[in-house]
Every structure is written in structure tokens, then in C-alpha cells.
């Protein structure tokens, strides 16, 4: 019903920045938020950040909270996640997701392909 697709991925060096994008189509009515997750090889799938569309508020995680932004464009039902500062433990593919406001962090409904990031020292 909801279909996200993640862009802006890519390679660079440590200190740099990357913007990633996901735009979502479909039936996204009863998807509140949006946010987005990483994976790294050998973890666990890791909460990012999430925005609310209803409300002004959004959520990032201790591990990117002054380097990564989310900020999202309503008319184009897109959100964003600016990274800067970028370490290369930030390397992972990184996941568009969406979902009610209230489970956003913990259980999405929707997700998106991933795109990766490679940050290299």
C-alpha cells in the first residue's frame, strides 16, 4: 500500500556529508511518521531518527544527535536525512521507513530498498 524509495547514498570520507532522500507513494494516509533505520554488517538494524507529519516534533538517536538532521517536504511526501560529520562507523545501508506516530521507532509498517553509505578514514 505504501511504497518508499531511498536515494542519495553513496561514498565519501570521513568528515564529509551526505543527503539522503525517501519519498513515499501510495496509501500513506494512516502513516503518521517517517524515519529512518540503519544496518551495519554484524548488527542489529539501528533506530536513526523519525519525524512526525501531524505534529512538530522529531526523534534521533544519542549515537548521530548533533551530526544528522531529518526534515521532511509535505507537498512532495518526502523526508530527508542530512548527515554531517560523517564517522566511518556511520557506514551502513540505511532504511526508509513509515509508519503510526506512537510505533515509528520500534515498528515501522513500511520499508524502503535501503541505500548504502561508505565512509571511509
Known amino acids: 500500500q505504501v511504497q518508499l524509495v531511498e536515494s542519495g547514498g553513496g561514498s565519501v570520507q570521513a568528515g564529509g556529508s551526505l543527503r539522503l532522500s525517501c519519498a513515499a507513494s501510495?496509501?500513506?494516509?494512516?502513516?503518521?511518521?517517517m524515519g529512518w533505520f540503519r544496518q551495519a554488517p554484524g548488527k542489529e538494524r539501528e533506530f536513526v531518527a523519525a519525524?512526525?507529519?501531524?505534529?512538530?516534533?522529531?526523534h534521533t538517536a544519542a549515537s548521530v544527535k548533533g551530526r544528522f538532521t531529518i526534515s521532511r517536504d509535505n507537498a512532495k511526501n518526502t523526508v530527508y536525512l542530512q548527515m554531517n560529520s560523517l564517522k566511518p562507523e556511520d557506514t551502513a545501508v540505511y532504511y526508509c521507513?513509515?509508519?503510526?506516530?506512537?510505533?515509528?521507532?520500534?515498528?515501522?509498517?513500511?520499508w524502503g530498498q535501503g541505500t548504502q553509505v561508505t565512509v571511509s578514514s
Open positions: 521507513a513509515a509508519g503510526g506516530e506512537g510505533a515509528i521507532t520500534r515498528s515501522p509498517d513500511y
Open positions: 501510495g496509501r500513506t494516509f494512516n502513516s503518521n511518521a
Open positions: 519525524i512526525s507529519w501531524i505534529r512538530d516534533s522529531t
